[in-house]
């Protein structure tokens, strides 16, 4: 069974950093591209970053650009989402999702280009 797990979630003052990890278990995460979303309360879930299978190619919504470093180490199965210079409206559920397909383009960060979703972890950046 296909399962995606995410950690290192927490509660950070403005302008610190957290690194989010998604661990996946029941397949080998090199075959699927690999992305973060987010969904703060009363909001849409937002794409964040993504990554390719080989992790060449990496997609950034212009929100976090500069501040938020998507990589993966597949020897681990494991993809990361280093954050660096929170804001409080970083703060929401973070989640991890696989998709099958090469995503080109703005598919990456569309919700129906995914196959699985993890659970979340949440980041609350405090003012």
């Known amino acids: 069974q296909v399962q995606l797990v995410e950690s290192g979630g927490g509660s950070v003052e403005a302008g610190g950093s957290l690194r989010l990890s998604c661990a996946a278990s029941g397949y080998i995460l090199s075959g699927y591209y690999i992305s973060w979303f987010r969904q703060a309360p009363e909001k849409e879930r937002e794409g964040v970053a993504a990554i390719s299978h080989g992790g060449r190619r990496t997609y950034y919504a212009d929100s976090v650009k500069g501040r938020f470093t998507i990589s993966r180490d597949n020897a681990k199965n494991t993809v990361y989402l280093q954050m660096n210079s929170l804001k409080p409206e970083d703060s929401a559920m973070y989640y991890c999702?696989?998709?099958?397909?090469?995503?080109?383009?703005?598919?990456?960060?569309?919700?129906?280009?995914?196959?699985?979703w993890g659970q979340g972890t949440q980041v609350t950046v405090s003012s």
């Open positions: 999702a696989a998709s099958v397909s090469v995503l080109v383009g703005s598919n990456w960060s569309r919700l129906t280009s995914y196959n699985y």
